[in-house]
């Protein structure tokens, strides 16, 4: 489903109260929620709206669990770190216990054992059903979301959860978590806005199947909802 917006400060309403209405239910339901950020720099606005006083005092922060989609493999206070941006935004605005937050970064070990490392960590909060109440997603102008870019490999993972790799065009190691795990969310949300978007929107939402090429096209959840907030320019070809 796309919903279509007059510009991104619309579009982060619409994320932050999807965000603030998925965690009220979750929380009611079974006493906690559990999110995936996304990162690059179009959630940022939505992050600071769920930092201000009119949004961060309607979730208990206590019983939200915090996880990324995806993340290069640098330290966490380099300005390249997804993790980075989230807590200046967000995270280190709300009360939220740091053990409720699963940074995809630690110094000592290589990306492909943080991997397996990671993918234990949402087993034990999650169990084996690997259910996320929401996650966040970006798109890039080449059709990637996530660290699922086109041509990888990792486009045709089945098993693991979180897979990590050396991405030759950008010279660095990601780590993302996989479509399989993806697709087995309650709620996806795909934020993307700008001109540059609209013809891979146009290709993920409409054109032939073709995810090594649109990797976005392998986001197809089991029994949950997928929902795109664009804005106008984003749309303009579809």
Known sequence: MIQIYNNTEEINI????????????????????????????????????LASEEYKNQVDWSKVFIYWGDERWVPLNDDLSNAKMSYNTLLSHVPIPSENIFEMYKDGVTPEEYAVIYEQSIRKVLGDEGKFDLILLGMGDDGHTASLFPGQAVLEEQNKWVDAYYLEPQKMYRITLTAPLINKAEKIIVVAFGEKKAPALKEVTSGVYNPAVYPMQLIKPVSGDLLFLVDKSAASTN
């Open 14 to 49: 619409a994320a932050a109260t999807i965000f603030i209405e998925s965690a009220q239910k979750a929380i009611a339901k079974k006493n906690r929620f559990t999110a995936v950020l996304t990162g690059g720099s179009s959630p940022a606005g939505i992050y600071k709206l």
